[in-house]
């Protein structure tokens, strides 16, 4: 059984450790400050100026004046601070944060990252993304194995234009959890019901698997 984009998020929110300082990608990667352990304590961070998200706000007690860098409204947690964005980006690119959360259309076996641009087609923009890649010790990728017509996104190499190189150190997809080693994906967990090859039939790229692959376990 395939994961959803929840389960997903919260398969993630396991990575986040007690005192990090994690910045959220835009799509599924926002939905991980739901599913933080209640018992430690983490500072989201917010490229446009936040420190200290909390929660999505429940509907009704929306604040339109408090956004996120995607444009969606968040909650502030107590202590919480709002500044400019050249603070904001100082806290990155001088490697402040300790895990940077980001969605991603391809993801090559070397860890290198498309996620900004589909060439022809209209986007946003570059936004964070690449002071984020370039800057970030320890990223994780939240997204899709496939496309909808059913095509690898874990590749030998990115055809999309690149937003980092050799940067993604872990990817979490509905099928399974990987990390990034010089040899290729190499296949941690499997998500529950799918088979490992479920996914080496989803994965363009050099798959390795090494002794028995445990399914994820998702609270």
Avoid at 75 to 95: E, H, K, V
Avoid at 111 to 137: H, R
């Amino acid at each position: 059984m395939a994961l959803g984009k929840e389960d997903i998020a919260k398969r993630i929110a396991k990575e986040v450790k007690d005192g990090y300082f994690v910045n959220l990608g835009i799509g599924i990667p926002t939905l991980v400050a739901n599913y933080v352990r209640d018992d430690i304590s983490v500072e989201f961070q917010s490229e446009n100026g936040v420190l200290g998200m909390g929660p999505f706000p429940f509907e009704g007690e929306e604040d339109a004046d408090v956004i996120n860098a995607g444009k969606q409204t968040i909650t502030t947690l107590p202590g919480a601070s709002f500044f400019d964005s050249a603070t904001s980006f100082g806290m990155i690119r001088g490697q402040h944060v300790d895990l940077t959360i980001l969605g991603a259309m391809e993801v090559a076996e070397n860890g290198d990252i498309a996620n900004w641009k589909i060439p022809g087609k209209m986007v946003k923009g570059m936004g964070g993304a690449m002071d984020l890649v370039a800057s970030a010790e320890n990223i994780i990728v939240a997204m899709m194995h496939v496309n909808k017509a059913g095509e690898s996104k874990l590749l030998k190499r990115c055809s999309l234009p690149l937003t980092g190189v050799g940067c993604v150190k872990k990817v979490v997809t509905e099928l399974a959890v990987m990390e990034i080693v010089p040899e290729g994906f190499k296949l941690l967990e499997r998500a529950p019901g799918v088979t490992v090859e479920d996914i080496k039939n989803a994965t363009e790229g050099n798959l390795i698997i090494e002794g028995e692959i445990p399914e994820m376990v998702i609270e």
